[in-house]
């Protein structure tokens, strides 16, 4: 079965500190691995967007790196800043280019002062 | 640019009636997507359409849901009749090239509430 998880299902951190958050998946055939960010009451945002042959990605202070062969991916942020507080969704696209994508839960960040 | 538009942004109705949700996606994006998001989970496909054409309508429940894109730009989805289960919010995204590598553009969503 198609599935993404990821953990930890929510996160508090202080301002200015680093966080990582973790994606696996189990989806075949595996197109590609997106981030979103999604702040409360919004639609997502996309982050990154890998590819198989890629394994790290850069978006300012997001960084999401990607391992195939372990299907995992995490996204690690830099110096947090409060609007870094918001739902971090991994997702993944299988099926070819046309293929649907599978998101995941999400991680629920909060960063504070 | 205009990003993703929908309307209205909250709905509030009680189960058996019809509701109907509008988006209007950025312009010159072929590909528009439905999706269905419950509270602390990430959105579920509902309705995939390449200009006109409804490409995956799999998870659309069609007892009660249907779609349209007639122009091949903005689209509606309606609920006939909600259940209290409807009770989610409701998010529209486009992009430009259909799924493939092409960066998806969301909505800030429709939230629905069924009394």
């Known amino acids: 079965k198609n599935q993404v998880e990821q953990s930890p299902q929510s996160l508090i951190i202080l301002e200015g500190k680093n966080c990582t958050l973790q994606?696996?998946?189990?989806?075949?055939?595996?197109?590609?691995l997106r981030w979103y960010k999604q702040d409360t009451g919004r639609g997502p945002v996309s982050l990154t967007i890998?590819?198989?042959?890629?394994n790290t990605k850069s978006n300012g202070r997001y960084t999401a790196t990607l391992d195939a062969d372990t299907k995992q991916s995490s996204l690690h942020i830099t110096a947090s800043q409060l609007s870094d507080s918001a739902s971090y969704i991994c997702v993944v696209q299988y099926g070819g280019s046309q293929g649907n994508l599978i998101f995941g839960k999400g991680t629920k960040l909060s960063v504070k002062p | 640019e205009a990003g993703v538009v929908q309307s209205p942004r909250y709905k509030i109705i009680e189960k058996k009636q019809p509701v109907a949700f509008w988006c209007n996606p950025i312009s010159g994006h072929n590909t528009l997507y439905w999706y269905l998001q419950n509270l602390g989970q990430g959105p579920e496909l509902l309705i995939r359409y390449e200009n006109e054409e409804a490409v995956d309508d799999s998870q659309l429940p069609k007892d009660r849901f249907s779609a349209e894109r007639l122009k091949g730009v903005d689209s509606t989805l309606k609920i006939q009749p909600a259940e209290l289960g409807d009770s989610a919010v409701y998010l529209c995204?486009?992009?430009?090239?259909?799924?493939?590598?092409?960066?998806?553009?969301f909505g800030a969503g429709t939230r629905l509430s069924v009394l």
């Open positions: 995204a486009s992009s430009l090239d259909g799924a493939g590598q092409g960066i998806q553009y």
């Open positions: 890998m590819t198989f042959s890629e």
């Open positions: 994606c696996n998946y189990t989806v075949s055939p595996f197109s590609n």
